[in-house]
């Protein structure tokens, strides 16, 4: 007896639960439009970065500002490359320097991060909880707190003007070592004991059983750091023009006045399209550690 009305009682809830996702076409309607309203508003910015690209000058100083370009050119782009062809150190220079320090720092970061998140998520050891502490701790301060014992570390470890300068730094990201370490712990210790069992090494079972399923967090992973790296001027620690990466070389024109205004445009256009693109190819891998809620046992 009781357990028939214990199962009614689940039916009665299961029920219930069912009218509340139940939505009238008027709140589904309304939800639409909110969320339509939302993406326009979130695009815009974009939408305006690529109109002001292709607008000439008489329309980035029309006022009041128009948002679509009326007449297109891509002006805007030839003056930024014959600037560039003009500055003394070749434009593929700067080019191969971002690809160094990004490509760097952001393999070197889903690395070290996923190195260090295993033993945290799926080992047992003294200090263990003091440690996962200190990681939590350490997302609460800006980069800018660390920027000068960041800058006196470098300096005394004699790796300032190089390339390491820029992508060391990057290894320590306390983000990525949390996110990593949130989405192994999700893993079922099980599947790791049936490894070993089969013979497989510590080493063999990280690179075999735990980086294949948390994917989507280190490619997340790559996509923040990629962002962060690709902002990266360089101007606190390389001091040679050689050395230094595109953005540096994109942010001194802009500072070039009016008379560079289109190609300033251009600029933003390609400082915002790298990152935007870089989004894209990986996008169903970032809804997928959104919305995945992990293995279970």
């Known amino acids: 007896m009781k357990k028939t009305i214990s199962e009614d009682g689940r039916k009665i809830r299961y029920r219930k639960r069912q ?23 979130m695009a815009l910015p974009l939408v305006m970065i690529i109109n002001n690209a292709l607008k000439p000058l008489d329309e980035l100083y029309q006022f009041p500002p128009k948002i679509f370009v009326r007449n ?16 003394w150190v070749p434009f593929s220079r700067y080019i191969l320097n971002t690809i160094i320090i990004t490509g760097g720092g952001m393999v070197g970061h889903v690395i070290c991060a996923s190195l260090a998140a295993y033993p945290l998520a799926k080992h047992d050891f003294p200090g263990k909880k003091v440690l996962s ?46 996110l990593m370490k949130q989405f192994m712990e999700q893993i079922p210790d099980s599947l790791m004991e049936s490894a070993r069992l089969d013979g497989a090494s510590e080493w063999k079972v990280f690179w075999k059983i735990i980086m294949p399923n948390v994917k989507p967090a280190w490619l997340t992973l790559a996509i923040f750091q990629f962002q962060q790296m690709w902002g990266n001027t360089g101007s606190l620690f390389l001091r040679n023009e050689e050395l230094k990466p595109l953005q540096y070389a994109l942010q001194q024109i802009t500072a070039g006045g009016t008379a560079r205004a289109g190609a300033a445009a251009a600029v933003t256009f390609i400082i915002a399209a790298v990152p935007i693109i870089f989004f894209l190819i990986c996008q169903s891998n970032v809804l997928e550690t959104m919305t995945t809620s992990g293995m279970k046992d």
């Open 72 to 87: 297109p050119t891509l002006e805007n782009f030839s003056d930024l490359f014959v600037l560039m062809n003009n500055s």
């Open 133 to 178: 502490e200190m990681v939590v701790l350490s997302m609460m301060f800006s980069w800018t707190v660390t920027q000068i014992p960041q800058y006196l570390i470098i300096s005394w470890i004699h790796i300032n003007n190089t390339y390491l300068a820029l992508i060391l730094p990057a290894f320590s990201f306390g983000m990525g070592l949390y």
């Open 19 to 41: 009218k509340k996702l139940n939505r009238s076409m008027a709140g589904n309607s309304l939800l639409f439009l909110l969320m339509i309203i939302c993406g326009v508003f």
